[in-house]
């Protein structure tokens, strides 16, 4: 989501929470190489570090307003989908 959206969101279904996963970038960037490798993908690292890295950029804005607002839970999602 992009900041821009945030209100077009909030007009259209009021949050009371906002999920944030975090994991660090060499983490997400392993399981996207594993995810490859299972899939027989095509995408090059650097097209989907550029993807990644985008997705930092416009996610931080939007984090820091629902930040604010005190409508955000972070969850560690560097363990595993059980411990997640």
């Known amino acids: 989501m992009r900041i821009e959206h945030v209100s077009l969101f ?4 009021q949050s009371d929470m ?3 996963l ?4 060499d983490l997400i960037m392993d399981r996207w190489r594993k995810e490859q490798e299972l899939t027989n ?4 690292e650097n097209d989907f570090r550029l993807k990644l890295n985008i997705h930092v950029q416009t996610s931080e804005p939007v984090i820091d307003y629902f930040t604010k607002k005190g409508k955000i839970r972070f969850v560690q999602a560097e363990c595993s989908i059980t411990e997640v």
């Open 10 to 13: 909030e007009g259209f279904r």
């Open 18 to 20: 906002m999920i944030y």
């Open 22 to 25: 975090d994991c660090n970038d």
């Open 41 to 44: 993908g095509s995408e090059s």
